[in-house]
């Protein structure tokens, strides 16, 4: 890859909402009466962070990465997939200049988690808590976020030269 001195990268995902708690968001478990769906922890941000890095670095996406169809991702906690990403960055000669995250849910309001979950991201990325922007929006009672049948994240990322 060109060592550009600046590199930019975006992500997003979608989990459905099932019956059942807690809700794992940004690598935090949150009580609710739902939970996310997939094949790992679901963690709808987390997967979105991962992909925003990937991107910036052109290096495929977490898909790509971590196989749906591979058991030994069944459950997996999703904190590996942003541990690979960051390992990646690192190995390409970059760190992260910093995120800025939107979490799309109806409920449960997550103003009262931002700060444990900005911390917990900071730690994941090893980067002062400055450097991550979470904001929540919901979906307004319509589509799938507002009929509360889905979460989304969108997260884009930018990465710096490290020397
Ligand atoms: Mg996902």
């Known amino acids: 890859m060109n060592q550009d001195t600046l590199r930019i990268g975006i992500g997003h995902d979608t989990h459905r909402l099932k019956p059942g708690g807690p809700l794992r968001i940004g690598g935090i478990d949150i009580e609710h009466s739902h939970s996310l769906d997939g094949h790992s922890d679901a963690d709808v941000l987390l997967h979105a962070l991962t992909d925003a890095l990937l991107g910036a670095l052109a290096l495929g996406d977490i898909g790509t990465l971590f196989p749906d169809n591979d058991p030994a991702n069944r459950d997996r906690d999703s904190a590996d997939f942003v541990d690979e990403a960051r390992r990646q960055m690192t190995a390409a000669g970059y760190q992260l200049g910093n995120v800025d995250c939107i979490v799309f849910a109806q409920q449960p309001k ?3 988690h ?3 979950i900005r911390a917990r991201l900071a730690e994941l990325l090893n980067v002062k808590t400055e450097a991550i922007s979470l904001k929540a ?3 307004e009672l319509v589509g799938p976020v507002g009929r509360r049948e889905a979460i ?3 997260v884009i990322a930018l ?3 490290t020397d």
Request: hydrophobic letters at 35%; zero cysteines.
């Open 159 to 161: 990465l710096e030269t």
């Open 137 to 139: 929006k919901t979906g």
């Open 110 to 112: 997550l103003a009262p």
């Open 152 to 154: 989304e994240a969108q």
């Open 114 to 116: 931002r700060e444990a």
